[in-house]
């Protein structure tokens, strides 16, 4: 058994699937805050987890990483938790960073991940989380680079008095259009704006035929895009799978 893990500045997310299973093809897959990952070991034994080989994805940090190990070591002990980085190729996919080992490793397994749904094409990328990444994959399956701006709930909150009422805005409001009559709407509709316009305009240089938007914010950014796009959801993991996969 294969346990995949996203270790994000946010969530923890995780898949299992068999050693053999084509990319993407899971028998159970979750997520945990990080102030809820005390559960993860709970939550993989719950779905029959047995792992023999593990890989992750850490955005996190060291102590991230120490926990997570931990959690591993309670329903599979001895088995070594592998730590995903980026490389100069992997699973089919070129690195084109100045300096391929910079490029954080979600980034990179998001590339996979998108390389991997959509050969030969170009594509452009948006993972919408804490921090908003959009990076571009041309069609000849080479990573070009990309973009790093705040995430939609930073924006929002840089700008908001009350920082604590933006879960409460994003959860309950519907979003504004065109200009907005209230502060907080001004807010939300502004960040949007920016959200979808970097995106759009990296889809219009990268000549790509569509966006796949991940992430936390991606249901809010994506109603307000101009550009073909699909939401996908796990789209690190699915690179993870993907890269657990290749011999490269």
Same mark, same amino acid.
């Given at each position: 058994?294969?346990?995949?893990i996203?270790?994000g500045?946010?969530r923890?997310?995780?898949?299992l699937a068999?050693l053999?299973?084509?990319?993407?093809?899971?028998l159970?897959?979750?997520?945990?805050a990080?102030?809820a990952l005390g *559960?993860?070991?709970t939550?993989?034994?719950?779905?029959?987890?047995?792992p023999t080989r593990?890989l992750?994805?850490n955005?996190?940090?060291?102590a991230?990483a120490?926990q997570?190990?931990?959690a591993?070591? *309670?329903?599979?002990?001895?088995?070594p938790l592998?730590? @995903?980085?980026?490389?100069a *190729?992997?699973?089919?996919?070129r690195?084109?960073?100045?300096n391929? +080992?910079?490029l954080g490793?979600?980034?990179?397994? +998001?590339?996979i991940g998108?390389?991997?749904?959509?050969?030969?094409q170009?594509?452009?990328?948006a993972t919408?989380?804490?921090?908003?990444t959009?990076d571009?994959?041309?069609?000849d399956?080479?990573?070009?680079g990309?973009m790093?701006l705040?995430?939609?709930?930073?924006?929002?909150s840089?700008?908001a008095?009350n920082t604590?009422?933006?879960?409460?805005?994003?959860?309950n409001?519907?979003?504004?259009?065109? @200009?907005?009559?209230?502060?907080?709407?001004?807010?939300?509709a502004?960040?949007?704006?920016a959200q979808?316009?970097?995106? *759009?305009?990296?889809v219009?240089?990268?000549h790509?035929?569509?966006?796949?938007l991940?992430?936390g914010?991606?249901r809010?950014?994506?109603p +307000?895009?101009?550009?073909?796009?699909?939401?996908?959801?796990?789209i690190v993991?699915l690179?993870?799978h993907?890269?657990s996969?290749?011999?490269?």
């Open positions: 058994m294969l346990l995949l996203d270790a500045n946010t923890i997310k995780w898949a068999p053999a299973a084509a990319a993407g093809d899971w159970a897959d979750g997520a945990v990080h102030a *559960e993860l070991a939550a993989w034994r719950a779905a029959g987890a047995a593990a992750m994805s955005v996190a940090g060291i991230m120490d997570l190990r931990a591993l070591a *309670e329903i599979a002990p001895g088995v592998e730590t @995903f980085v980026a490389t *190729e992997r699973a089919g996919l690195n084109g960073y100045r391929p +080992a910079q490793s979600d980034r990179f397994a +998001a590339a998108a390389h991997t749904l959509l050969p030969g170009a594509v452009i990328i919408c989380g804490t921090a908003t959009v571009a994959i041309d069609a399956g080479r990573f070009v990309g790093i705040p995430g939609l709930g930073l924006m929002a840089s700008l008095r604590a009422q933006l879960p409460q805005v994003l959860a409001a519907a979003l504004p259009t065109g @200009f907005a009559d209230n502060t907080d709407d001004a807010i939300l502004g960040c949007v704006a979808a316009g970097a995106i *759009e305009r990296a219009a240089q990268a790509a035929a569509t966006c796949l991940s992430g914010a991606a809010y950014i994506g +307000a895009l101009r550009v073909p796009h699909r939401l996908i959801d796990n993991l690179g993870l993907a890269a996969l290749s011999k490269e």
